[in-house]
């Protein structure tokens, strides 16, 4: 989870289901903070959560939209997109993170 303003949040969660990352979301995102993902259904639920929730239809070549008319793409995951590489770029000569310290984190 990535704030636009650069606040970063990561966890290694057990699996990839909705109640896995549901108090993980409760836990690190106040109720009612807008929230843009891809189209993954994992998210479906974000919005009976308390979260406004738009995405972005990778599949169909749509990486991010402007629903305001004003020539600005709100509408965008490119945010936490382009934290991933460099993730990886910090994490390689460390040769990642054991998953035990992931846990303790």
Same mark, same amino acid.
């Given at each position: 989870?990535?704030?636009?303003?650069?606040?970063?949040?990561?966890?290694?969660?057990?699996?990839?289901?909705?109640?896995?990352?549901?108090?993980?979301?409760?836990?690190?995102?106040?109720?009612?903070?807008?929230?843009?993902?891809?189209?993954?259904?994992?998210?479906?639920? =974000?919005?009976? #959560?308390?979260? !406004? $929730?738009?995405?972005?239809?990778?599949?169909?070549?749509?990486?991010?939209?402007?629903?305001?008319?004003?020539?600005?793409?709100?509408?965008?995951?490119?945010?936490?997109?382009?934290?991933?590489?460099? =993730?990886?770029? #910090?994490?390689? !000569? $460390?040769?990642?993170?054991?998953?035990?310290?992931?846990?303790?984190?």
């Amino acid at each position: 989870m990535i704030q636009r303003t650069g606040e970063v949040v990561i966890r290694l969660p057990d699996n990839v289901q909705q109640a896995t990352i549901k108090p993980l979301i409760l836990q690190t995102i106040m109720p009612g903070t807008p929230i843009y993902t891809d189209e993954y259904t994992i998210y479906s639920r =974000l919005e009976s #959560w308390g979260y !406004p $929730h738009k995405t972005v239809n990778h599949s169909a070549g749509e990486y991010a939209r402007d629903e305001g008319g004003d020539g600005f793409c709100e509408v965008h995951s490119n945010t936490i997109e382009g934290f991933r590489p460099l =993730l990886r770029f #910090w994490l390689r !000569p $460390h040769r990642g993170i054991s998953q035990a310290l992931c846990r303790c984190i």
